[in-house]
């Protein structure tokens, strides 16, 4: 029994608690929150043995083999080097730090023990088939993708100063949203080898990133545009769009729920209209009707188990995040200087 200990009280407890407890091959043992007396009361509400008032104390405790990391991006990379340094595997949230030199730094420290990224919505359902139909030349080859995704997140919303709504945090829409685009596009479409970004935030009160502006370019010769806002009230969703030599593929998700309710459309030349590719849920997935992150990342608890079990690395795993966190990084100084940027890439990151 792999014994895993969650620091993080929201996210953490709300979401990677049951995606966790679906595999029988773990237990949630402990729950570590900066208020130790509402993190007692939390652990016990949710059958939680063991409760800590710091991080430190979780990731120091011989109940737990491995951590679980629910923090925003600035505390992230201390706790996942500590844990590494004890031999714990980790499971971090998206982004990997607040800036490069962190991400790095986890990286370094990682050597071959087991991590995992929450990058999940590549493991949504409709989206491992929308993947598994490009690998199979459904549209032959991708001549361009675009994304567009539209929402009003709660942080936005209720005009809330912490890391997702500040780009300085290593938040905002770029590090909240675009960072999991940034990945999925990757995985999507192969490398990206360049790109022009744009910022902005509300007008009455910039400080506040809620939006984000790419043209990209692909290694494949592909091309790529992607709007993302978190200001958009009733906005249309998450809708991705993939042109092909051959066809055409789409991802579209209307709904509040961010990664339930994506229907994918598909249309082959010389068809004259898309039509509906069906998508069951799984177990899991009616396991958890009311959010449609939980089973999502309970696929990626179970890869992450599976790395444990094998000593073996998972992905998406630190090299996956780390390769987020420098184009993250790219996209702020593409922003700052109002150029086009050529993007570097390592084959390695990949593996």
Partial sequence: MIRVGIVG??????????????????????????????????????????????????????????????TPPRMQPEIAIRALQLGKPVFAEKPMAADLEGAAGMLAQAGRTPTTMDFNFTQVLAWRKAKAMLDDGAIGRLRHVMVAWHVENHATRMRLKHWKTSGDDGGGALGNFVSHSLHYLEWFCGPITGFAARLSGLPDDPSFETNAAFQLAFQSGAAGSFTMSCASYLGSGHRIEFYGEDGTLTLSNPTADYMRGFALGHARRPAGALMPVAIED??????????????????????????????????????????????????????????????????????
């Fill in 282 to 351: 799984d177990a899991v997935d009616r396991q958890f009707p009311g959010d449609g992150r939980i089973a999502p990342v309970s696929r990626l608890a179970s890869g992450f188990l599976d790395s444990i079990e094998r000593k073996q690395p998972a992905a998406p795993g630190f090299m996956e995040g780390y390769r987020v966190q420098a184009l993250l990084d790219a996209a702020r100084r593409s922003h700052a200087s109002g150029r086009w940027l050529n993007i570097e890439f390592v084959k390695e990151q990949r593996a």
């Fill in 9 to 70: 009280c929201n996210y953490g407890r709300q979401i990677q608690l049951p995606a966790f407890r679906v595999d029988p091959r773990c237990e949630v043992v402990a729950l570590a929150g900066t208020d130790a007396i509402r993190t007692a009361e939390l652990a016990r509400e949710s059958g939680i043995p063991n409760a800590f008032g710091s991080w430190t104390a979780l990731v120091e405790s011989d109940e737990v083999d491995a951590v679980a990391i629910a």
